[in-house]
């Protein structure tokens, strides 16, 4: 396969699979096994084009809330995003200056796909359980500013999974409010990580291939913006619970292969 080939493959799926509560980096890494590993520049590249993507689709939202700020309600809401975003930064520079990496073997990430499709059902069961409940709280701000470090530090786990159940499981019951409020944390989020290899790439005199940082960053960006409007109109009258089996069969499927000494 040719590296413009391999480069638009790996931002197709990254643009799936970035907002879908399946792991885009999980997902990834399994590609990148076959295809080639890439610059963690690259990656976090094309997850910024995914959320370039969230940028258009929320984006009157989030005029709303920067334009209204004079609200109570809204200045609230940007409280929480804000609280939200400063727990991942924190915590998350705090977990690379440890020296937490991304491990390359496939089992890891297996295993966080079945963990996190269990809690996903989890969470699906209490939700049905509870009444439809919309509010942002303080809680659900900090829980889904954890569960952003703990997506980051464990490929496999999905941010997106992490971040919307981590609010369900605070009594963010409706879907809706929980998704847009973990989209809407994960833009400040994803750029800042860009940022951040960005400079760690110009610090270490590290070559980039501008031309397929482009190429991945459009394609992600571009079917992240279809993947999301589908998302978005799914959740109205369906659970996440297809999204948790697909983990969990995904992940049975990875460590069978393991075994059998087909990936490692």
């Not at 995003?81 to 496939?106: D, V, Y």
């Not at 929980?178 to 760690?200: D, Q, R």
């Amino acid at each position: 396969m040719t590296d413009l080939a391999s480069t638009i493959l790996l931002g197709l799926i990254e643009g799936i699979t970035e907002f879908l509560p399946v792991s885009s980096t999980g997902h990834l890494l399994i590609a990148e096994h076959w295809l080639g590993a890439r610059s963690d520049v690259f990656n976090v590249v094309i997850q910024a084009g995914a959320i370039l993507a969230v940028v258009l689709i929320y984006r009157e939202r989030l005029w709303r809330l920067a334009s209204g700020l004079g609200r109570a309600e809204e200045r609230a809401y940007a409280a929480k995003l804000s609280i939200a975003f400063l727990i991942t930064a924190m915590l998350g520079f705090a977990a690379t200056r440890l020296g937490f990496k991304l491990p390359e073997s496939i089992t890891p990430v297996a295993w966080a796909l079945i963990l996190g499709g269990v809690w996903m059902l989890g969470a699906e069961w209490f939700a049905a359980h509870r009444p439809e409940h919309a509010e942002i709280t303080w809680t659900v701000a900090v829980l889904v500013g954890l569960a952003q470090v703990v997506a980051g530090v464990f490929p496999g786990t999905s941010r997106s999974a992490a971040t919307i159940f981590a609010a369900m499981l605070a009594g963010l019951t409706a879907r809706p409010a929980a998704t847009e409020f973990a989209f809407l944390v994960g833009i400040p989020t994803m750029f800042a990580a860009t940022a951040y290899e960005f400079l760690k790439a110009h610090g270490s005199g590290a070559t980039e291939d501008w031309n397929a940082l482009a190429v991945g960053f459009a394609v992600s960006g571009v079917v992240a913006f279809i993947a999301v409007k589908w998302l978005l109109r799914y959740i109205q009258t369906h659970r996440f619970t297809v999204f948790a089996w697909y983990r969990i069969l995904l992940g049975v499927a990875l460590l069978a292969l393991v075994h059998e000494g087909m990936l490692h």
